[in-house]
Nanobody
Framework: QVQLVESGGGSVQAGGSLRLSCAGS?????MGWFRQAPGKERERVAI??????TSYADSVKGRFTVSQDNAKTTYLQMTNLKPEDTAMYYC????????????????????WGQGTQVVVSS
């Protein structure tokens, strides 16, 4: 069974940085970061496949970086944060390979963390 535990959220001023962590256990071949703002659908932020390939939403390209260490903790480094980045951020995983990363949605993942809140003030 896969378990995911996020940490690292918080409040920051626009232009600041945060690093989210997702401690994972179990067999996973595809990891994702998603976010959900109040009143909006959960949206894909970044995807990391088992080969280390990454994919990002256009809104975060050049500002966010997804990575994973040998202990299978997945990170989301967020820089130059904007107020529109304010959301609950979720780590997601599945035990089979990523499909076309740019088209993956929350329905493509079957394991989820509890979420960590990010608030960016202007």
């Amino acid at each position: 069974q896969v378990q995911l535990v996020e940490s690292g959220g918080g409040s920051v001023q626009a232009g600041g940085s945060l690093r989210l962590s997702c401690a994972g256990s179990g067999h996973t071949l595809c990891m994702g970061w998603f976010r959900q703002a109040p009143g909006k659908e959960r949206e894909r932020v970044a995807i990391l496949d088992a080969m280390g390939r990454t994919s990002y939403a256009d809104s975060v390209k050049g500002r966010f970086t997804v990575s994973q260490d040998n202990a299978k903790t997945t990170y989301l480094q967020m820089t130059n944060l904007k107020p529109e980045d304010t959301a609950m951020y979720y780590c997601a995983a599945r035990s089979w390979r990523c499909s076309a990363a740019a088209t993956m949605t929350q329905r493509d993942f079957n394991f989820w963390g509890q979420g960590t809140q990010v608030v960016v003030s202007s």
